[in-house]
Protein backbone atom coordinates (compact mmCIF):
# COMPACT_ATOMS: atom_id res chain seq x y z
CA UNK A 1 0.00 0.00 0.00
CA UNK A 2 1.48 3.23 -1.15
CA UNK A 3 1.82 6.34 1.58
CA UNK A 4 -0.73 8.98 0.92
CA UNK A 5 0.16 11.87 -1.53
CA UNK A 6 1.54 15.15 0.08
CA UNK A 7 -0.74 17.95 -1.38
CA UNK A 8 1.70 20.87 -2.97
CA UNK A 9 1.44 24.11 -0.51
CA UNK A 10 -0.78 25.75 -3.49
CA UNK A 11 -3.05 23.49 -3.46
CA UNK A 12 -2.89 23.78 0.62
CA UNK A 13 -3.12 27.30 0.40
CA UNK A 14 -6.20 27.63 -1.89
CA UNK A 15 -8.22 25.16 -0.24
CA UNK A 16 -7.68 27.23 2.71
CA UNK A 17 -8.92 30.20 1.14
CA UNK A 18 -11.92 28.48 -0.21
CA UNK A 19 -12.82 27.66 3.43
CA UNK A 20 -12.20 30.85 4.75
CA UNK A 21 -14.18 32.98 2.11
CA UNK A 22 -17.03 30.25 2.65
CA UNK A 23 -17.03 30.60 6.23
CA UNK A 24 -17.55 34.10 5.14
CA UNK A 25 -19.88 33.97 2.69
CA UNK A 26 -21.82 31.29 4.14
CA UNK A 27 -22.00 33.83 7.71
CA UNK A 28 -23.56 36.72 5.32
CA UNK A 29 -25.85 34.96 3.23
CA UNK A 30 -26.74 31.65 4.67
CA UNK A 31 -25.41 28.44 3.03
CA UNK A 32 -27.65 28.98 -0.01
CA UNK A 33 -24.88 31.08 -1.10
CA UNK A 34 -23.29 29.98 -4.52
CA UNK A 35 -20.44 28.86 -5.59
CA UNK A 36 -19.85 31.64 -7.28
CA UNK A 37 -19.77 34.31 -4.81
CA UNK A 38 -17.45 31.98 -2.74
CA UNK A 39 -15.32 31.60 -5.52
CA UNK A 40 -14.94 34.97 -6.40
CA UNK A 41 -14.00 35.88 -2.64
CA UNK A 42 -11.63 33.52 -2.46
CA UNK A 43 -10.13 34.49 -5.68
CA UNK A 44 -9.87 31.05 -7.21
CA UNK A 45 -11.68 29.18 -10.27
CA UNK A 46 -14.87 27.35 -9.84
CA UNK A 47 -12.22 23.94 -11.28
CA UNK A 48 -10.17 24.74 -7.95
CA UNK A 49 -13.20 24.56 -5.33
CA UNK A 50 -14.75 21.46 -7.33
CA UNK A 51 -11.28 19.63 -6.70
CA UNK A 52 -11.58 20.19 -3.43
CA UNK A 53 -14.74 19.41 -2.85
CA UNK A 54 -16.64 17.30 -5.09
CA UNK A 55 -20.04 18.83 -3.81
CA UNK A 56 -21.22 22.24 -2.49
CA UNK A 57 -22.54 19.86 0.36
CA UNK A 58 -18.92 18.61 0.82
CA UNK A 59 -18.00 22.44 1.40
CA UNK A 60 -20.74 23.48 3.82
CA UNK A 61 -19.71 20.42 5.92
CA UNK A 62 -15.86 21.01 5.88
CA UNK A 63 -16.99 24.79 7.00
CA UNK A 64 -19.31 23.76 9.50
CA UNK A 65 -16.31 21.18 10.92
CA UNK A 66 -14.13 23.79 11.50
CA UNK A 67 -16.27 25.67 13.24
CA UNK A 68 -17.25 23.06 15.50
CA UNK A 69 -13.92 22.21 16.26
CA UNK A 70 -12.50 25.85 17.05
CA UNK A 71 -15.89 26.44 18.87
CA UNK A 72 -15.32 25.79 22.22
CA UNK A 73 -12.08 27.27 22.30
CA UNK A 74 -13.91 30.56 20.87
CA UNK A 75 -16.21 30.09 23.26
CA UNK A 76 -14.09 30.15 26.41
CA UNK A 77 -11.48 32.99 25.44
CA UNK A 78 -14.82 35.39 25.43
CA UNK A 79 -15.48 34.31 28.66
CA UNK A 80 -14.93 37.16 31.41
CA UNK A 81 -11.52 36.30 33.57
CA UNK A 82 -13.51 36.35 36.83
CA UNK A 83 -15.72 33.12 35.40
CA UNK A 84 -12.53 31.28 33.74
CA UNK A 85 -10.73 31.58 37.02
CA UNK A 86 -13.63 29.98 39.00
CA UNK A 87 -13.63 26.84 36.59
CA UNK A 88 -9.68 25.78 37.18
CA UNK A 89 -10.35 25.31 41.27
Given at each position: MTPPRQ???DAVRNRQRILAAAS???????PEVGTDEITAAAG???GTLY???PT???L???VMAAYLERAPDEAEAARPPTAR???RW
Open positions: QRAEQIALHGVAVRHFKTDVASAGT
